[in-house]
């Protein structure tokens, strides 16, 4: 139940398309969605998140749906760019236990 | 604002030798999250500190210890180190707590167990 299923693994996407990963998740008291970003030798850093009392948050070119029913959320990240190339987790977290628990990770390609 | 520091950043050690890796958070947080990341494992929750208390912890044998000082810096130790712990291990700091909370990461220090 404290899953979290990133996919797709790897993603190549061309410079100006949109990039899409998935997640999904088991334990319904997960009430905290972040994606966080990781460049390599860095450590990740928090891209956008989202709370289930809404479906959708867009913060620039960054967007994550989410679908309580059907427990899974995903980030979309329009006009890609090359300097978007990295490693993306999503995680989930529940009130009561105050602990990420992070998807596999997509490495995200972007060709120019 | 500085952000989250770790040291060292990079560390070799021989098996069944034990470890000490710091953390500082970011001024005013109070909250330290501890995080392993492999290539096999992905990143896995360690423990949780919030005002030297450990309030959380993950699925890992009890050679994995942390701490919290009244500064809110954590260590993290690991005794009798095995070749599988070599990880790059994260530091995460938030506001007050974890729940809900953005936890910032620090770069990482990377544990290379020979």
């Known amino acids: 139940q404290q899953q979290v299923k990133q996919s797709p693994q790897s993603l190549i996407v061309q410079k100006g398309g949109i990039s899409i990963i998935n997640c999904a998740y088991e334990n319904t008291a997960f009430d905290y969605f972040p994606w966080y970003q990781q460049f390599p030798g860095k450590g990740p850093a928090l891209l956008i998140a989202i709370r289930p009392d809404v479906s959708e948050k867009k913060e620039g070119r960054f967007t994550i749906s989410f679908n309580k029913s059907a427990k899974q959320f995903s980030l979309h990240i329009m006009d890609s760019q090359p300097g978007d190339s990295a490693t993306y987790f999503c995680?989930?977290?529940?009130?009561?236990?105050?602990?990420?628990?992070f998807g596999q990770g997509t490495t995200l390609q972007v060709k120019p | 604002k500085a952000g989250v520091t770790q040291t060292p950043r990079y560390l070799i050690k021989t098996r069944g030798q034990q470890v000490t890796l710091s953390c500082s958070p970011i001024?005013?947080?109070?909250?330290v999250s501890w995080y392993q990341q492999t290539p096999g494992q992905g990143l896995q929750f360690l423990f949780e500190y919030f005002s030297e208390t450990q309030r959380n912890k993950g699925n890992f044998p009890g050679r994995f210890s942390g701490r919290q000082f009244s500064n809110s810096r954590s260590e993290m130790n690991v005794s009798t180190l095995e070749l599988g712990d070599s990880a790059l291990y994260l530091c995460?700091?938030?506001?007050?707590?974890?729940?809900?909370?953005?936890?910032?990461f620090g770069p990482g220090t990377r544990l290379l167990v020979l």
């Open positions: 995460a700091s938030s506001l007050t707590t974890p729940r809900g909370e953005t936890q910032y």
């Open positions: 001024s005013g947080h109070r909250s």
């Open positions: 995680a989930s977290e529940a009130s009561n236990t105050g602990k990420l628990i």
